[in-house]
């Protein structure tokens, strides 16, 4: 889960100089926190001794522990993305180093561009240095050619480490061997018999729990009334369960919001139960790693027989109904945008056979959670309504993407309609029962 700040989340001063200092952000990121990493305290030491320094006020934390700089842009990572979009909250942001800031010369583009366009400061500690390295929004060429060095030295060394990790990974697929990631549901890390590197065993705490789910399957109950059991008992799901036997804390960021731990779903319970590590395969993409020779190479000891993951299988696709498909990514307008007024979660597109349209609506249900009051609204109806909401608001006339309506916080809430109604409910939506903000125009910080 993304630490908490020790900082002032947000300032609270009436003027941007109330102090005398001009305020500074303090970012801190790590790609794979662990229980003994001191990376993000001394993060925290370089940057404050950066701010006393220069002579800035820090003013609050953005921290994204868990977070890639290879493949993630500042704009794009949960918490320092949502100050970068209030820049007249502070007037510098302060890294230890460039590689917690990025590790692509296109994101520090990016970013540099961002700091000219709104007046801000770059600050990178560099404690290997004798000075920080400072970026005004009009640094000189010398400045921004040290950045980009910099940058590109940052992304050179992210390829070779991932190329690296490529082909370790490869190697110990190929030798039955536990290379690191998820640990699949129901084992637990073990030495390997030969005595070098790591494989797979049993755990007794989920092993016997995942053959009473096959059980149940088998039984008839359905997958997302198994899940609502297992988030009623508190049972971990198997990141939470991972994180466990690491000595490390639960939940996590998702879709804007921060979990303590996550829960059970219909969709995370299939993939548990179609995984071939069931039978103590090594998997890679879903799929069974094999040996030279054809055959599945072995991890750990197997939770299923063969003959019982099979029949695991026939029972799954027979309650399908031949529906399992790949997953698009969606192009609803408003997903992340329509939030249920009786749960708090998103709303999502569902199509209506036969008709034109579809309906955006509560997916509590699927997320393992049970909605007291679960809202539902024809699509065309609430995009009409957030758009017009969203021109009126914004003054802009033009089409506004999902994108757009992200990047400035648009947010409608949408309660539980009433039965009844006559003629006038076949015009248009119940607007008494819509809420449109914008947080960007309330001043609040808006989600990543």
């Known amino acids: ?3 908490r700040s020790p900082l002032t989340p947000f300032p609270t001063r009436s003027g941007p100089f109330a102090s005398g200092r001009p305020r500074a952000v303090a970012a801190v990121r790590l790609s794979c926190p662990t229980a003994g990493t001191t990376s993000p305290s001394r993060q925290r030491s370089t940057v404050r001794h950066c701010a006393d320094r220069l002579g800035f006020t820090l003013v609050g934390e953005a921290s994204d522990l ?4 290879r493949t993630t842009s500042p704009f794009e990572r949960p918490v320092l993305s949502r100050w970068l979009r209030q820049p007249s909250a502070f007037e510098a942001v302060i890294w230890a180093h460039v590689d917690r800031a990025v590790r692509s010369v296109q994101h520090m583009t990016e970013l540099i561009t961002w700091a000219r366009l709104h007046g801000r400061i770059l600050v990178f500690g560099m404690p290997e240095e004798t000075l920080p390295l400072v970026v005004t929004p009009l640094a000189e060429g010398s400045v921004i ?7 590109h030295d940052a992304q050179r060394e992210a390829e070779t480490i991932s190329a690296r990790l490529t082909s370790a990974h490869a190697a110990l ?3 039955g ?3 690191g990631g998820l640990v699949p549901f129901g084992y637990r890390k073990a030495p390997h018999p030969s005595g070098s590197g790591w494989c797979l065993r049993p755990d007794d705490e989920t092993a016997s729990l995942l053959r009473s789910i096959v059980d149940d399957v088998h039984s008839g109950r359905s997958l997302i009334a198994i899940a609502r059991e297992l988030n009623e008992l508190g049972v971990p799901v198997p990141r939470d369960r991972h994180a466990q036997l690491q000595g490390r804390p639960t939940g996590g960021h998702r879709h804007g919001r921060d979990f303590e731990r996550f829960r059970w779903t219909s969709g995370t319970l299939s993939k548990v139960l179609r995984s071939p590590s069931l039978m103590g395969h090594r998997t890679h993409g879903g799929t069974t790693v094999l040996d030279a020779t054809g055959a599945p190479v072995l991890i750990g000891t197997p939770l299923l027989s063969d003959a019982e993951f099979e029949a695991l299988q026939v029972a799954l696709a027979a309650r399908s109904n031949g529906t399992r498909r790949p997953r698009n990514r969606t192009t609803a307008l408003l997903t992340g945008v329509a939030i249920c007024g ?4 998103r709303m999502y597109f569902a199509a209506r056979k036969g008709y034109s349209y579809g309906d955006y609506m509560c997916r509590a249900t699927a997320r393992g959670d049970v909605c007291p009051a679960p809202a539902g609204v024809r699509a065309d109806w609430l995009e009409r309504y957030v758009l017009d909401c969203y021109h009126r608001e914004t003054g802009r006339s033009a ?3 999902r994108e757009e309506l992200l990047r400035d916080g648009v947010r409608v809430t949408v309660a539980k309609g009433r039965r009844g109604g006559g003629p006038a409910r076949t015009d248009g939506p119940d607007t008494s029962r819509l809420f449109f903000a914008i947080a960007e125009r309330t001043g609040e910080p ?3």
């Open 1 to 3: 889960m993304p630490e």
């Open 399 to 401: 089409p506004a993407t």
């Open 173 to 175: 697929r190929e030798t």
């Open 145 to 151: 050619e040290r950045c980009m060095a910099l940058a």
């Open 177 to 179: 061997r536990y290379g």
């Open 66 to 69: 868990g977070v890639s700089a």
């Open 446 to 448: 808006q989600s990543g």
């Open 342 to 345: 009786g749960c708090g979660g």
